[in-house]
C-alpha cells in the first residue's frame, strides 16, 4: 500500500539530509540496505500513526536537528561510586582519551565502525536481526532508521561473567548534535553481564540496542537520562532471550522536552525472565513516552513491566505496554503496571495497556492508575512535624519504590534513589 504523500515527502526529505556511513563488508551493507527499504516501505512516524497518537514525532523525523543548549552539570558521573569500564562518547562520537581500555575479562568489546568493515565477524548474525523481528506486528521505523544509518556504537561480546559493569557515557557539546548509535550485545551460555548508561548524548538521539541472551545467560541493564532538559531521544531495545536466561533492565529519566524510550523483548526459551521497569519525574516543558511489546513464545516464563512517573507544571507521561502470549506458551507469568502521581491539575498521564493471549494456562495481569498524592498520608507526616513540601518528596520516593526495586544490585539502586532525591530536592529549592 502506498503511503501517505505526507509520510513519503517527511521520509525522503530526513534520507536525503542524511549520510551514510562510509561503506563496510558485504554484510554491512546488506543490512543497511535492507533497514534503508524498510524505513522507505513504512514510512518515518506520523502523529496520525496509532502508536504515536500520544506522542507527536515532528522533531524526531525533520531534516533538520532541532537545537538544544547544553547544560552543565554532573550527569556523566551517575555511577562514580562504581568500579567500572568506561566508554565515552561526545556527541555521538567515541572519544579513545576519555575511555578506558577496552579489556575486561570474560568480555570482548569492540567499536561498530571497525566491526563493520570486517567481513568475517560474528555481528552479522545479530546486526538489524532482532531490530527486523521488532518490526511485527508494531512498525518501529525509527529503529529502521538507526540500523541504515548508524555508523558507530559498541559490539560486546560476554563468553563468561564480567569482572565488573560496562557504563556508556553520552557527553553533550554542541546545540545541534545528531548522533545515531548502535550497539549489540551477544552473551554466551551461562555469561553475566551488567550494562550502565548515562549522559544526555546529543540535542536529538537515536540508539538502538540489540541483545542476545543465550540459555542461562544474564544480562541487567541500568541508565539515566536527564538533565539536559531541551534534548530529544528516541532509544530502543531488542532482546532475545533463551532457556533460563534472564534479561533485567531499569531507566530513570529527569528531564528531557521529548524522550522515547521502546522496549521489545521474545522470550524463546522456556523458563526466561525479562523485567522491564522504569521511572521518570517530569516538570514542566517534558514529554516522555514508555512503549513495551514482550512477547512470550515458550513454556513457563516469566515477564514483569514497571512503571511510575511523577509529573507537574504541564509535564506528559505516556505508557504502551503489551504482553503477547503466542500458542503454546503455557504456564506464562505476565505482570504489567503502569501509574503516574500528578501533583497538579495541569499535568497528563496517558496509558495504553493491552493483552493479547493464545494460551489457556497462563496468570496476566495488567494494569493503571492515575491520581493525586494521599493526603490522608500527606496529613499524617505533617501532623508529626514533616513540613509540607518534604513530606511530598518523602511520599513521591515512596510512590517510585515498586519501579526502582526493580534494579538487583543495591548499590545501584542506592545510586539511583539519591539522584531522584537531588531532583526533588532542587525542585523544591
Given at each position: 500500500?502506498?503511503?501517505?504523500?505526507?509520510?513519503?515527502?517527511?521520509?525522503?526529505?530526513?534520507?536525503s539530509a542524511?549520510?551514510?556511513p562510509?561503506a563496510?563488508?558485504?554484510?554491512?551493507?546488506?543490512?543497511?540496505?535492507?533497514?534503508?527499504?524498510?524505513?522507505?516501505?513504512?514510512?518515518?512516524?506520523?502523529?496520525?500513526?496509532?502508536?504515536?497518537?500520544?506522542?507527536?514525532?515532528?522533531?524526531?523525523?525533520?531534516?533538520?536537528?532541532p537545537s538544544?543548549?547544553?547544560?552543565?552539570?554532573d550527569?556523566?558521573?551517575v555511577?562514580?561510586?562504581?568500579?567500572?569500564?568506561?566508554?565515552?562518547?561526545?556527541?555521538?562520537?567515541?572519544?579513545?582519551?576519555?575511555s578506558?581500555?577496552?579489556?575486561?575479562?570474560?568480555v570482548?568489546?569492540?567499536?561498530?565502525?571497525e566491526?563493520a568493515?570486517?567481513?568475517i565477524?560474528?555481528?552479522?548474525?545479530?546486526?538489524?536481526?532482532?531490530?527486523?523481528?521488532?518490526?511485527?506486528?508494531?512498525?518501529?521505523?525509527?529503529?529502521?532508521?538507526?540500523?541504515?544509518?548508524?555508523?558507530?556504537?559498541?559490539?560486546i561480546?560476554?563468553?563468561?561473567?564480567?569482572s565488573?559493569?560496562i557504563?556508556?557515557i553520552?557527553?553533550?557539546?554542541?546545540?545541534?548534535?545528531?548522533?545515531?548509535?548502535?550497539h549489540?550485545?551477544?552473551?554466551?551460555?551461562?555469561?553475566?553481564l551488567?550494562?550502565?548508561?548515562?549522559?544526555?548524548?546529543?540535542?536529538?538521539?537515536?540508539?538502538?540496542?540489540?541483545?542476545?541472551?543465550?540459555?542461562?545467560?544474564?544480562f541487567?541493564?541500568?541508565?539515566?537520562?536527564?538533565?539536559?532538559?531541551?534534548?530529544?531521544?528516541?532509544?530502543?531495545?531488542?532482546?532475545?532471550?533463551?532457556?533460563?536466561?534472564a534479561?533485567?533492565?531499569?531507566?530513570l529519566?529527569?528531564?528531557?522536552?521529548?524522550?522515547?524510550?521502546?522496549?521489545?523483548?521474545?522470550?524463546?526459551?522456556?523458563?526466561a525472565?525479562?523485567?522491564?521497569?522504569?521511572?521518570c519525574?517530569g516538570?514542566?516543558?517534558?514529554?516522555?513516552?514508555?512503549t513495551?511489546?514482550?512477547?512470550?513464545?515458550?513454556?513457563?516464563?516469566?515477564?514483569?513491566?514497571?512503571?511510575?512517573?511523577?509529573?507537574?507544571?504541564?509535564?506528559?507521561?505516556?505508557?504502551?505496554?503489551?504482553?503477547?502470549?503466542k500458542?503454546?506458551?503455557?504456564?506464562?507469568?505476565?505482570?504489567?503496571?503502569?501509574?503516574?502521581?500528578?501533583?497538579?491539575?495541569?499535568?497528563?498521564?496517558?496509558?495504553?495497556?493491552?493483552?493479547?493471549?493464545?494460551a489457556?494456562?497462563?496468570?496476566c495481569?495488567?494494569?493503571?492508575?492515575?491520581?493525586?498524592?494521599?493526603?490522608?498520608?500527606?496529613?499524617?507526616?505533617r501532623?508529626?512535624g514533616?513540613?509540607?513540601?518534604?513530606?511530598t518528596?518523602?511520599?513521591t520516593?515512596?510512590?517510585?519504590?515498586?519501579?526502582?526495586?526493580e534494579i538487583?544490585?543495591?548499590?545501584l539502586?542506592e545510586?539511583?534513589?539519591?539522584?531522584?532525591?537531588?531532583w526533588?530536592?532542587?525542585r523544591?529549592?
Amino acid at each position: 500500500m502506498a503511503l501517505p504523500q505526507v509520510k513519503l515527502d517527511a521520509t525522503e526529505a530526513r534520507l536525503s539530509a542524511a549520510d551514510r556511513p562510509a561503506a563496510g563488508a558485504s554484510w554491512a551493507e546488506a543490512a543497511r540496505d535492507a533497514a534503508l527499504a524498510r524505513v522507505r516501505d513504512m514510512g518515518l512516524p506520523h502523529r496520525r500513526d496509532e502508536y504515536w497518537k500520544f506522542t507527536n514525532p515532528e522533531t524526531l523525523v525533520q531534516a533538520e536537528t532541532p537545537s538544544a543548549a547544553v547544560f552543565e552539570s554532573d550527569e556523566t558521573q551517575v555511577f562514580k561510586e562504581v568500579d567500572r569500564l568506561k566508554i565515552v562518547f561526545v556527541d555521538g562520537v567515541f572519544d579513545a582519551e576519555a575511555s578506558d581500555d577496552l579489556a575486561l575479562e570474560g568480555v570482548r568489546i569492540e567499536r561498530l565502525a571497525e566491526v563493520a568493515a570486517t567481513d568475517i565477524h560474528w555481528a552479522k548474525d545479530l546486526y538489524g536481526v532482532l531490530e527486523e523481528r521488532g518490526q511485527d506486528p508494531v512498525a518501529r521505523p525509527l529503529a529502521a532508521l538507526n540500523t541504515a544509518l548508524a555508523s558507530d556504537g559498541v559490539v560486546i561480546h560476554v563468553t563468561g561473567r564480567a569482572s565488573k559493569p560496562i557504563n556508556l557515557i553520552y557527553h553533550h557539546e554542541s546545540e545541534a548534535s545528531d548522533a545515531i548509535l548502535h550497539h549489540l550485545v551477544k552473551l554466551d551460555k551461562g555469561a553475566d553481564l551488567t550494562i550502565l548508561e548515562n549522559g544526555p548524548a546529543a540535542a536529538r538521539f537515536n540508539k538502538v540496542m540489540e541483545v542476545e541472551v543465550a540459555d542461562g545467560a544474564a544480562f541487567h541493564h541500568v541508565r539515566t537520562q536527564g538533565r539536559d532538559h531541551e534534548r530529544r531521544a528516541a532509544t530502543h531495545i531488542f532482546a532475545r532471550l533463551g532457556e533460563e536466561s534472564a534479561f533485567k533492565t531499569f531507566t530513570l529519566t529527569a528531564n528531557g522536552v521529548l524522550t522515547r524510550n521502546e522496549c521489545v523483548v521474545e522470550l524463546t526459551g522456556d523458563n526466561a525472565v525479562a523485567h522491564v521497569a522504569g521511572a521518570c519525574v517530569g516538570d514542566g516543558d517534558f514529554h516522555h513516552d514508555d512503549t513495551v511489546f514482550v512477547t512470550h513464545d515458550a513454556v513457563n516464563c516469566e515477564s514483569r513491566q514497571v512503571f511510575k512517573k511523577v509529573l507537574r507544571n504541564g509535564a506528559r507521561g505516556v505508557f504502551q505496554g503489551k504482553i503477547l502470549v503466542k500458542p503454546g506458551a503455557q504456564k506464562t507469568d505476565g505482570y504489567q503496571i503502569s501509574q503516574s502521581l500528578l501533583l497538579d491539575d495541569d499535568s497528563e498521564f496517558d496509558a495504553k495497556p493491552e493483552l493479547e493471549i493464545y494460551a489457556d494456562d497462563v496468570a496476566c495481569s495488567h494494569g493503571s492508575t492515575s491520581g493525586a498524592i494521599d493526603e490522608d498520608g500527606l496529613f499524617y507526616l505533617r501532623a508529626r512535624g514533616v513540613p509540607k513540601d518534604i513530606a511530598t518528596d518523602l511520599m513521591t520516593l515512596a510512590f517510585l519504590a515498586e519501579a526502582v526495586e526493580e534494579i538487583e544490585d543495591e548499590t545501584l539502586r542506592e545510586t539511583i534513589v539519591g539522584r531522584l532525591e537531588g531532583w526533588l530536592e532542587r525542585r523544591r529549592g
